[in-house]
């Protein structure tokens, strides 16, 4: 209920009348967020979209639909990039996924780090396929084939990107060159919240120079 109120004061504050005139008006004409060449999103204090003309971006990163912006906002300062940590992640094991120095942290990892990994397999059996299913000969032949044809998981460490707002800025606005066009964008913070609103050029396609930003998780690897 509240984003529903939130999304029609935001449609209502950034649309412009149809009609108006701008014969009078000196520099650029307002525009409006229903123009077509435009995109305007309202994101949070990490860049995640609130509100969005294309209902598949809400819910989103930011720098996953216009990784060209997202990068400007943060060599810009807007933006800055953290980065955690998750120490109970599982990654897939390869050829030269773990360090063979990493054993020797402590005595016990290798009884541990079994361990962890048979639980956690075996959680994820039982949620992914229904136990009663496990009586269906059919189904458990189909269900051991999947899983050996699958991935092996291993205990590991992993660090994503987190992207955190600068509250010291509360506008700005650019030009970014792709090629053969030029994308304007233009960023205001919202008063009293955590919200940004942010306006794009949307006829001009930067993805070729610019790839988005994800907040992929990458294994970290330790050497000793």
């Known amino acids: 209920m509240a984003l529903d ?5 935001f449609w209502a504050t950034a649309k412009q009348p149809n009609d108006t005139d701008c014969s009078n008006t000196e520099g650029i004409c307002p525009l409006t967020c229903e123009a077509m060449d ?3 999103y309202l994101i949070d204090s990490n ?3 609130i509100i969005s003309k294309e209902k598949s971006h809400v819910g989103r990163f930011f720098g996953e639909v216009d990784g060209s912006v997202m990068a400007r906002l943060i ?3 807007m933006f800055k990039r953290v980065s955690l940590y998750d120490y109970q992640a599982m990654c897939k094991m390869g ?3 773990a360090s063979s120095a990493r054993p020797l942290l402590s005595p016990f990892y290798g009884l541990a780090a079994a361990l962890k990994w048979f639980l956690t397999n075996f959680l994820l059996f039982l949620l992914e396929f229904n136990i009663c299913g496990l009586w269906h000969s059919d189904r458990f032949a189909e269900a051991s084939a999947q899983k050996k044809k699958g991935d092996i998981l291993q205990p590991c460490d992993t660090e994503y ?4 707002y600068e509250p010291s800025i509360k506008e700005t606005n650019s030009l970014i060159k792709c090629g053969r ?4 964008f233009v960023t205001q913070a919202v008063p009293d919240s955590n919200l940004l609103m942010l306006v794009v050029q949307a006829d001009c396609d930067c993805s070729r120079q610019y790839p988005a930003i994800t907040m992929e998780p990458k294994e970290v690897k330790y050497i000793l």
């Open 5 to 9: 109120l939130l999304e029609t004061r």
């Open 38 to 40: 435009l995109a305007c």
């Open 47 to 49: 860049a995640f979209i």
């Open 75 to 77: 060599k810009m300062g």
């Open 95 to 97: 050829g030269h996924s």
């Open 161 to 164: 990107p987190s992207f955190v």
């Open 181 to 184: 066009c030029q994308k304007m």
